[in-house]
């Protein structure tokens, strides 16, 4: 069973809108909306072997203001609950989650120390954004253009040990700024790409009952082989923002980003004729 | 080097005020304030040992709602993750963190979920509250009275093998609705007192540079005992609101509580003549 198949299990009794999406939304009853969203990371699964602890700090903080970015919402305060093993680890953890926090917008607020077997860290982040801009994951229309920031992959070949991509890996940046200008301008759908492109556009593509249909020829690379579309299309540990939007959107959009594909009738999503299988980044669950 | 001591550690880091109260606040900008707490708990040392999933999942709802009711808000949302050794024990753990948030006017909103060595919850709620209403930690003023609502102790005395009062450990009760109408009336300062009375008494009297001078024979105990009262003063687990209001506050207070003492001069908590040791329950780290 995959964490996928897990949240599944729960969703009659949370609900399909709230685990439809990395974010809650909460209406303030003013024209606004809080979005919030929280990840659970601990040392043993989800931190690359030889992280500092300041590396640690700062990617708990960047996991969740990625999903805050993907809404189009300013992150405004961030809570950090950190369980640790060795008491002295506190500190420099906590500077580089306040370190990414700042860097981004947001401010550590507070939070909960514990003592644990192993480091684990729970970061919460919520963000504010008018209705109207609200990004959600569902809403991607036949004949938008598929759009992905920045140049996905690099995160899995610095995990693959190619270290000239480390930063990538270690200290990723949410794309805050760019989240906003896409949610502002008007596009349909959006979602961080943390756990990989294919999946992430499966998660689109059946938010909105439409397939997928990807140029491969469009696709930014980190370097032009077979090893780094691999790394494009399944690599996890990315933060770059996957979205769709009409062409009439794309005109007024300024920043950077790649057209990819097309959202097309469908359930699937293709690379030219070839079915791409459903997989990404997934905790396993037994063996 | 306890919770408390480690806290102060990076005090200069995060900001006096943000490491002051268990809840962060945040100004809406149009006088309400988001308030939000987060809180980590594990099985080994957080959970009463023979506890159900449920019971593990009501109570780490519990403990955050607590912390939003001592602000006087309402709460709106809780996520919810939860790191978990079985993927079976999920569907009962968020039943009870579902209905525990349901009875007190939350909605679960979204969560993360992880595999981990042992079941690790942290749950983050958020409320909205009034600016004018916002109850904090600080604010106790010389001549205020010192209350609290229930009877506190039964969490401890169930830990001890009062199986009657297992209840008040198993699935405590957030003072959400008292919370709201202690703030409304217009408390100086309120905070939830689940690491014990006293510990929260010196949090009170710090936090305004002020004394606090209990009356004992006020005290609302479970039994007429030594045991009762050393379980009121120094036990943990219970969900009161210790709080502080004028006399004029008091008149126009429509909930039931109880007046242990009052505020004075000073920088102590103290039963009569006697200074009360600033201890009750916090993790204590190394050994």
Not at 71 to 100: I, K, N, Y
């Amino acid at each position: 069973m995959d964490d996928r198949k897990l949240l599944a299990s729960i969703r009659t009794l949370i609900g399909e809108e709230e685990t439809a999406d990395d974010c809650a939304a909460f209406p303030l009853g003013d024209g606004r909306v809080l979005v919030s969203s929280t990840d659970m990371l601990h040392e043993t699964t989800d931190f690359p072997q030889g992280m500092t602890e300041f590396e640690m700090g700062w990617m708990s903080v960047a996991v969740t203001l990625s999903d805050i970015a993907s809404t189009g919402a300013s992150p405004s305060q961030v809570l950090v609950a950190v369980g640790l093993d060795r008491p002295e680890r506190l500190l420099p953890f906590m500077e580089g989650a306040v370190s990414c926090a700042e860097t981004f917008g947001a401010k550590v607020a507070g939070g909960d120390i514990d003592s644990h077997q192993e480091l684990t860290a729970v970061t919460t982040a919520f963000g504010i954004v008018e209705e109207r801009y609200c990004c959600r994951r569902s809403g991607a229309q036949e004949g938008d253009k598929v759009c992905i920031t920045g140049v996905p992959g690099r995160a899995q070949a610095a995990l693959d040990g190619r270290a000239e991509y480390s930063r990538f890996l270690l200290t990723p940046e949410p794309q805050v700024s760019a989240g906003q200008k896409i949610a502002r301008a008007g596009a349909s759908s959006m979602m961080d790409v943390s756990d990989g492109i294919v999946i992430s556009l499966y998660d689109i593509a059946d938010a909105a009952g439409v397939g997928i249909v990807l140029d491969e020829s469009a696709f930014p690379l980190f370097e032009d082989s077979g090893y780094a579309k691999t790394c494009f299309l399944f690599g996890g540990g990315d933060f770059g923002l996957l979205f769709t939007a009409s062409d009439a959107v794309l005109e007024q959009l300024d920043t950077e980003y790649t057209v990819i594909g097309q959202v097309v009738a469908g359930d699937s999503v293709r690379m030219g004729d070839e079915v791409l299988p459903r997989k990404g980044y997934a905790h396993v669950w037994g063996a």
